[in-house]
T-cell receptor, first 112, second 115 residues
Framework: AQSVTQLGSHVSVSEGALVLLRCNYSSSVPPYLFWYVQYPNQGLQLLLKYTSAATLVKGINGFEAEFKKSETSFHLTKPSAHMSDAAEYFCAVSDVNDKLIFGTGTRLQVFP | NAGVTQTPKFQVLKTGQSMTLQCAQDMNHNSMYWYRQDPGMGLRLIYYSASEGTTDKGEVPNGYNVSRLNKREFSLRLESAAPSQTSVYFC??????????????FGEGSWLTVV
């Protein structure tokens, strides 16, 4: 069965610092991997997705993620955090019929 | 540019009452989903519909029923609400084509409290 694990339910960074949110996956087939962002009291918005075209995936708002098969990881990064990046971030793997299996989420706090 | 629209946004129910969450998408998507979100548990799939006329159970289907009314609409029904069903519910849709790895688009959520 496919699954994802997000390490760290809360991450705090200073404005301008590197953001690193960790995601490891388990899949018996080449995975489709996603990062979604959820701002308070809103739905989920796609940040980026990996569909085997390129291992380094660039998304919206300056975020990117690198697929590393040897480490079964798909960590999300942003070189310089902004206050507006404060949100909850979900990593997910796609199952049959595009069903998404989500991690438990990481809440990002950005301090001035 | 509506995307996925779900109603109601907020609802308070008494234990044992029934209600239906409505969802519609205007993107001509084949697949539709209902998820629930609980603190510390991420989103869990309740039911999904891979195409018009089909529905299948997800990870947490107990206490729920669904109807894929047509290609656009996918409703979620709580027949006898329980406090354990207090949650935020998200409808989602994906897949104009039959390829895998389609992006799933989410509605804004429905906050349900069962007292």
């Amino acid at each position: 069965a496919q699954s994802v694990t997000q390490l760290g339910s809360h991450v705090s960074v200073s404005e301008g610092a590197l953001v690193l949110l960790r995601c490891n996956y388990s899949s018996s087939v080449p995975p489709y991997l996603f990062w979604y962002v959820q701002y308070p009291n809103q739905g989920l918005q796609l940040l980026l997705k990996y569909t085997s075209a390129a291992t380094l995936v660039k998304g919206i708002n300056g975020f990117e993620a690198e697929f590393k098969k040897s480490e079964t990881s798909f960590h999300l990064t942003k070189p310089s955090a902004h206050m507006s990046d404060a949100a909850e971030y979900f990593c997910a793997v796609s199952d049959v019929n595009d069903k998404l299996i989500f991690g438990t989420g990481t809440r990002l706090q950005v301090f001035p | 540019n509506a995307g996925v629209t779900q109603t109601p946004k907020f609802q308070v129910l008494k234990t044992g009452q029934s209600m239906t969450l409505q969802c519609a998408q205007d993107m001509n998507h084949n697949s539709m989903y209902w998820y629930r979100q609980d603190p510390g548990m991420g989103l869990r799939l309740i039911y999904y519909s891979a195409s018009e006329g089909t529905t299948d159970k997800g990870e947490v289907p107990n206490g729920y029923n669904v109807s894929r009314l047509n290609k656009r609409e996918f409703s979620l029904r709580l027949e006898s609400a329980a406090p354990s069903q207090t949650s935020v519910y998200f409808c989602a849709s994906s897949g104009v084509t039959s390829r895998s790895g389609n992006t799933i688009y989410f509605g804004e959520g429905s906050w349900l409290t069962v007292v």
